[in-house]
């Protein structure tokens, strides 16, 4: 830029230089790449506390889909992820010495018809006990439950769910010790072609906030995606709680994976009191014992729990980093 001073006896010429900032709500690069150089998806899943019969589902077929991608099952136990609208083919599970200190299984329990005989009057869904509202199991099927004015409708999962956790027998302590001390390398944590699932699940005794991240052209758009359908057709399951919300959109992917620094398991978050609480405490302010990554991670978290399209998250960059959440844990 040049300039001529007008009240100056003698011309002369000054040259200026000035810089300037582009803010974005994701980075520029990402939003010039094509799909195939964006192919993972992030998934946020809120639920009551209560509701563990989803919560077991998205957990087991965590675990199996990186058990099995990563070569950790059980000698003799292979599984195979098919193509939509196919079931999974595996073998029979074999005998280990640990076979009796398997993972916590779906919830199993008395059939929802037997809990409802066992009431009096007609069946409401105010009217059913907090057990009954789980996920339950029907000849060896789990089944979330939909209430349709005083009817009620038991919706089975997804075949390929279906089949996938029919081998959670295959998640012995060996497989689950295995899982929860591996950690990804810098090449497995850029290689587009590892079909695992990672992420964290938080909870505060109230609500439970899982965050699913993989491919969308493998699980996380395969079999997790199935039962993220299957939770929507029951979007009130616990009585006076917390309503399932999905948040998850197949039209936003990233150029890579925010979340393999905390392994091959979900990263579980336990807080000590309630989220809204805990941002309402004078401490968490207080800058020489809240770290300010700290701090902006528990806001975050809380707001996913407020939102109501993954969108949203992604314009807001609102995705919470691993080290916040490590940070979190730490706290």
């Not at 000054?14 to 980075?27: D, I, K, N, Q």
């Not at 079909?195 to 906030?209: A, E, K, P, S």
């Not at 929507?232 to 979340?259: F, M, W």
């Not at 014992?289 to 993954?310: I, Q, S, Y």
């Amino acid at each position: 830029m040049r300039c001529w001073p007008t009240s100056a006896p003698h011309t002369f010429t000054r040259t200026l230089t000035a810089s300037y900032l582009c803010r974005s709500a994701f980075p520029i690069t990402d939003a010039v790449k094509s799909p195939a150089a964006r192919p993972y998806g992030r998934a946020v899943i809120v639920m009551d506390h209560a509701d563990s019969g989803l919560f077991h589902v998205i957990e087991d077929s965590v675990r199996l889909q990186n058990a099995a991608t990563l070569n950790l099952l059980a000698p003799g136990v292979t599984w195979t992820l098919p193509a939509e609208g196919t079931e999974l083919t595996a073998a029979p599970a074999v005998e280990t010495p640990f076979a009796h200190q398997k993972a916590t299984p779906l919830v199993k329990g008395p059939t929802l018809k037997k809990q409802l005989q066992s009431q009096k009057g007609p069946a409401k869904a105010t009217a059913l006990p907090s057990k009954a509202t789980k996920a339950a199991s029907h000849a060896g099927e789990p089944r979330a439950v939909a209430f349709q004015g005083d009817k009620v409708e038991e919706v089975p999962l997804p075949a390929r769910v279906e089949a996938l956790l029919s081998h959670s027998d295959a998640l012995d302590v060996i497989t689950l010790a295995a899982l929860a001390t591996h950690r990804f390398s810098s090449e497995q944590a850029a290689d587009p072609a590892l079909d695992v699932l990672t992420g964290f699940h938080l909870t505060d005794g109230n609500i439970r906030v899982m965050l699913i991240e993989g491919l969308q052209g493998g699980a996380l758009g395969g079999v997790l995606s199935d039962v993220l359908k299957w939770a929507q057709c029951d979007p009130e399951p616990i009585e006076k709680g917390t309503p399932r919300r999905v948040l998850y959109n197949k039209t936003l992917s990233y150029s890579h994976r925010a979340y393999p620094v905390l392994g091959a398991a979900l990263w579980i978050v336990k807080l000590r009191t309630t989220l809204p609480k805990l941002l309402r405490q004078a401490a968490t302010y207080a800058a020489s014992k809240v770290r300010p990554e700290c701090r902006e991670g528990l806001h975050r978290v809380a707001t996913l729990t407020t939102l109501t399209w993954a969108r949203q998250i992604h314009e807001l960059a609102l995705w919470p980093t691993a080290s916040m959440l490590q940070m979190i844990d730490k706290r």
